[in-house]
């Protein structure tokens, strides 16, 4: 699916709540989660919101409502964490690191690994498809994310031996990997995205809660 096939209704829908609420929209996401359907939610002055089905119908059921506003808030919340410009920058001080190979094999591997992971991520990031919020998209985005915090978790875990000595450490090597480290910090590889969705699950529902009460049309 292209970024265009995504938002191709994007104009229908963007008439259909002007037309419900009477008021201007402010802003609109496609929303597929995974069971009912293509949907869209919709932000309109107020601030107050819409939820549309696929039929540009306001939906009636408060269970869907929250369902696809919590899809749509756990979309941005991943899209605000994967910074594809971070992770570039991360894949090119990995380069850096490449002379040292023999020096440090299984660090490097992992390294590679991580590198490999951040790639995929970045490209997903990149996405124009991504502009349909979806579970799949924001699972697929948890576990490339995993499969890259596990493998830098892994070069740190093979790196630790140098840590005591760096003042006996090759400067050039010394400078990679500390450009490595601050990159990987700024790329969000400290930490499992997963994790960070689960600790942040309480308040996704809450902030769905809170859309549902905002409803231009009743809910039941």
Do not use: K
């Amino acid at each position: 699916m292209t970024g265009d096939e995504g938002i191709s209704g994007l104009n229908d829908a963007v008439r259909a709540a002007e037309a419900v609420g009477g008021r201007a929209v402010i802003g609109v996401r496609p929303v597929d989660p995974g069971t009912g359907g293509r949907a869209w939610v919709v932000a309109l002055e107020g601030p107050s919101y819409l939820v549309l089905g696929a039929n540009l119908a306001p939906v009636t059921s408060l269970t869907r409502a929250r369902d696809v506003a919590q899809t749509g808030l756990a979309a941005e919340v991943v899209e605000d964490t994967v910074d594809s410009d971070a992770l570039r920058v991360f894949i090119t001080t990995v380069g850096d690191l490449f002379p040292f190979d023999a020096e440090m094999p299984v660090a490097l591997a992992a390294l590679r690994r991580c590198a490999a992971a951040c790639r995929d991520l970045a490209d997903w990031r990149d996405d124009p498809a991504r502009a349909v919020a979806s579970m799949v998209g924001i699972d697929a985005a948890v576990a490339i994310q995993g499969r890259a915090h596990a493998a830098y978790a892994g070069f740190v875990s093979a790196t630790e031996p140098l840590v005591e000595q760096q003042t006996a450490l090759d400067p050039d090597l010394l400078g990679a990997l500390t450009a490595v480290e601050s990159a990987a910090a700024a790329a969000g590889l400290g930490a499992p995205l997963g994790g960070m969705l689960g600790a942040g699950a309480a308040s996704l529902m809450a902030a769905a809660d809170e859309m549902a009460q905002g409803h231009l049309t009743p809910l039941r």
